[in-house]
């Protein structure tokens, strides 16, 4: 079972509906969003639902049936012209998404909501419960024994539904998460919302409302090129508009991430050909194979750069330090297998190895802080040498940097180790040394998730992406 994080209160409305209706609204207390659909055709359902901060707000967690009612009806008296919300212990709770290995035991049978439940947002709890009950009737016409038909049952319903609940899961984070799009033009927003779960793309959206889509796309090329709304007379979807990166611009948003031939990369069309991971140092590859930029590497780069130019692309160069991950065979042979021979040494932000086989790296002293800041700085100077149009630098997927940044891989009790400040204290010193150099745009990578207990998460990745923009 998965609790989702917003309150949400079931009301039934006089309002004549003819279709599902969404209202959002915010007053003093928060945003607030109606879910509302016809139920017959003099009556709809009008579901509320909030963040919980907004609901503690406004009162209503101690609020009664009537209460609720009444602050319901003042918020969106707008759209309820008049009509009044009707109640059947209509109470604030939290959504439940519920999934359940099995759907029967002996003679037993689930189906609707008591085997499975798919947020309301997306309006299929009702269709996937007919769909279970006519599946279970045709699985039991051809089975006469009664396990083989109620396994046959669940094998055809369990893979339809779990596609169910995957899309409203989407669409449920996105409800919770609405406030984040609150300020988009209409158009965006309008948008935005269609597509929330994923079960409609932009393909599939101009096939069941074309004008929506050529309105979008004819905003979004005028924002995207500076024109006055409405003056392309033909517009491209929006993934085809150019992108304006500081000084920088793209012919397109689309970025590719390329191996070691950057000019088949840049020959795909892409705006942007992003680099493999490109090693500051020698002692900061991943493997044998990893390359390293240098002042003897900077001609041949050139080179590559200016092809790309001609291509019409424009290139990033992926800059980091392998840390505990180095000293690696090439992926070729499998991923974060030890050399056997020929390794070199590790270090990392504590002394915890990235594999149980893999070397213990050392803990990083002062000296080596300062010369790992003093060799990005210096591959970020080679950088401009080559030409280069943006850079990123590799502060995730657990290598040098990143083992900083997690609580997981940073046991340091010294100024680099600790609270989250302490943590960023190396990250943004080697930040610092590069912006000094680079004058061009910088991008950084980090892993906004640790996915294990005590690691970081979302919250902690937005606080440390306000200090990487500070």
């Known amino acids: 079972v998965v609790t989702h994080p917003t309150k949400y209160v079931w009301f039934g409305s006089d309002l004549p509906l003819d279709a599902f209706t969404f209202i959002f609204r915010r ?25 919980e901060d ?49 759907w029967h035991h002996g003679n037993v ?21 007919m769909e279970d009950s006519i599946a ?14 109620l396994n046959d049952y669940e094998m055809e319903r369990q893979p339809v539904v779990e596609r169910f609940q995957e899309a409203a899961l989407e669409s449920s984070s996105y409800f919770e998460h609405v406030s984040r799009y609150a300020q988009f033009d209409p158009r965006q927003f309008a948008f935005n919302l269609l597509t929330r779960s994923r079960r409609i793309t932009y393909v599939n959206l101009t096939q069941r409302d074309p004008e929506l889509v050529r309105t979008v796309d004819s905003w979004f ?59 500051v140092t020698e002692e900061g590859r991943i493997t044998l194979e990893t390359p390293v930029i240098d002042r003897t590497t900077q001609d041949r780069l050139r080179l590559s750069v200016e092809r790309i130019h001609k291509a019409g692309s424009r290139v990033a160069l992926q800059l980091g330090h392998a840390g505990r991950r180095g000293s690696m065979r090439p992926r070729s042979q499998g991923v974060d297998r030890p050399l056997r021979h020929g390794g070199w040494r590790l270090m990392a932000a ?3 190895a990235y594999t149980p086989h893999a070397a213990f790296p050392k803990e990083m002293t002062a000296r080596d802080l300062g010369h790992v ?65 680079w004058e061009g745009p910088l991008v950084v990578r980090v892993s906004a998730s640790d996915w294990a207990p005590g690691g970081i998460d979302l919250d902690e990745a937005v606080a440390i992406a306000a200090q990487l923009k500070a």
């Open 136 to 149: 279970l009737v045709d699985a039991l016409r051809r089975h006469r024994d009664l396990a083989a038909a």
């Open 221 to 279: 090329a005028a924002v995207a090129t500076g024109s006055p709304d409405g003056a392309l007379r033909l517009s491209p979807p929006p993934m085809f508009t150019p992108l304006r990166i500081g000084e920088l611009t793209l012919l397109n948003r689309v970025a590719v991430a390329a191996g070691p031939d950057l000019e088949a990369a840049a020959s795909l069309g892409a705006g942007l050909v992003i680099t493999e991971f490109v090693s």
């Open 27 to 51: 007053n003093e207390h928060g945003l607030f969003q109606v879910h509302a659909y016809p139920f017959d055709a003099h009556t709809c359902t009008f579901i509320v639902e909030c963040p």
């Open 109 to 129: 049978v689930l189906l609707g909501d008591a085997a499975h439940t798919a947020h309301f947002s997306i309006g299929s709890g009702t269709k996937l419960a």
């Open 373 to 437: 800041v003093k060799v990005f700085a210096l591959a970020a100077k080679a950088a401009s040498g080559s030409g280069f149009d943006a850079l990123e630098l590799n502060f995730a997927h657990g290598y040098l940097v990143a083992g900083f940044i997690s609580p997981l891989t940073n046991r340091r009790t010294d100024e680099y180790g600790g609270s989250l400040e302490n943590r960023m204290r190396f990250p943004l010193a080697v930040l610092e040394a590069v912006r000094t150099i």
């Open 350 to 352: 504590s002394p915890i």
């Open 54 to 102: 907004a609901w503690r707000r406004a009162g209503l967690e101690s609020a009664s049936e009537a209460d609720s009612i009444a602050y319901c009806e003042a918020l969106f008296q707008p759209e309820l012209r008049g009509r009044r919300l009707m109640s059947n212990r209509s109470l604030w709770v939290n959504f439940a998404t519920l999934r359940q290995e099995s």
